[in-house]
């Protein structure tokens, strides 16, 4: 019902930053919950940050004062700014959107970023 693309990732050197966007199609009034995971090889997923429909937002602690994730309602788009960038940041970024009574989960697609020393 909610389709899911993802924008922004690439490579940045240690200190830069990326803004990584996620672009809603379809059922958007149903998203209760929108979010990011990550994944690097060898690691299992990591939830990054989370922002709910009221406006509450939650980071995992590896990102907290570095990562700030906001929404556009009227683009139906999500962001994740993150500034400060460590080689430890890099991975594939998924983001996530609950849908409906069900809770049905969408993914985007993955965007990879990668932080160089």
């Known amino acids: 019902q909610v389709g899911l693309v993802e924008s922004g990732g690439g490579l940045v050197q240690t200190g830069g930053s990326l803004r990584l966007s996620c672009a809603a199609s379809?059922?958007?009034?149903?998203?209760?919950?929108m979010g990011w995971y990550r994944q690097a090889p060898g690691k299992q997923r990591e939830l990054v940050a989370y922002?709910?429909?009221?406006?509450?937002?939650n980071y995992a602690d590896s990102v907290k004062g570095r990562f700030t994730i906001s929404r556009d309602n009227a683009k139906n788009t999500m962001y994740l700014q993150m500034n400060s960038l460590k080689p430890e940041d890099t991975a594939v970024y998924y983001c996530?959107?609950?849908?409906?009574?069900?809770?049905?989960?969408?993914w985007g697609q993955g965007t990879q970023v990668t932080v160089s020393s």
């Open positions: 996530f959107a609950d849908v409906g009574i069900t809770t049905v989960r969408s």
């Open positions: 922002i709910t429909s009221a406006g509450g937002t």
């Open positions: 379809g059922s958007t009034f149903r998203i209760s919950v």
